[in-house]
T-cell receptor, first 116, second 118 residues
């Protein structure tokens, strides 16, 4: 079975440019998560969706960040304009019914973003 | 509020040594789930184990074993006869146990970097 698929795997962009990260969750999963990993802050949850609806976006750093889930098989995380401090690994993850039911959250391979 | 503490930032061992990674958690819930993930140098996050708060039996999977003790709020991970391929960052994580809401997400510890050398 295909896991969570993210693209691009690596992105280098210049400050001020728009960055779009993409995610395809595992088929049938109803929860989708976006996490960010940095050396300073570790793994932090940015936003998550349930049945394509954003449930909690309190982790989104600022208005430059936005996330959408137009359908059950696709989500995007957009940064506009990007800044060097956005450099991080962005993970997309999905699960069935969420971790609170004991289900596992499965992670993609991550998108490594560098903003210069 | 939930919290997961992995006090060991980095551990170095020589191959074939046993090593234990500590995880201490805080939660006000009586029912919750604990997880371990592995992040090898390639960067992906790999699920290792899930444990619910009602099941305090230790678990063994090959060279991996987990010791869950509610009395000390700990969920420690032991690798027996470590190998170079075990070199990775290991994360402990916690979720509340209920459907929906904030229980759906994982709260991660800061991770322990394990370096296994020859």
């Amino acid at each position: 079975d295909a896991g969570v698929i993210q693209s691009p795997r690596h992105e280098v962009t210049e400050m001020g440019q728009e960055v779009t990260l993409r995610c395809k969750p595992i088929s049938g999963h109803d929860y989708l998560f976006w996490y960010r990993q940095t050396m300073m802050r570790g793994l932090e949850l940015l936003i998550y969706f349930n049945n394509n609806v954003p449930i909690d976006d309190s982790g989104m750093p600022e208005d430059r960040f936005s996330a959408k889930m137009p359908n059950a098989s696709f989500s995007t995380l957009k940064i506009q304009p990007s800044e060097p401090r956005d450099s991080a690994v962005y993970f997309c993850a999905s699960s069935l019914h969420g971790a609170g039911t004991g289900n596992t959250i499965y992670f993609g391979e991550g998108s490594w973003l560098t903003v210069v | 509020a939930q919290k997961v503490t992995q006090a060991q930032t980095e551990i170095s061992v020589v191959e074939k040594e046993d090593v234990t990674l500590d995880c201490v958690y805080e939660t006000r819930d009586t029912t919750y789930y604990l997880f371990w993930y592995k992040q090898p140098p390639s960067g992906e996050l790999v699920f290792l184990i899930r444990r619910n708060s009602f099941d305090e039996q230790n678990e063994i999977s090959g060279r991996y074993s987990w010791n869950f003790q509610k009395s000390t709020s700990s969920f420690n991970f032991t690798i027996t006869a470590s190998q170079v391929v075990d070199s990775a960052v290991y994360f402990c994580a916690l979720s509340e146990a209920r459907l929906g809401g904030t229980a759906s997400k994982l709260t991660f510890g800061t991770g322990t970097r394990l370096q296994v050398t020859l």
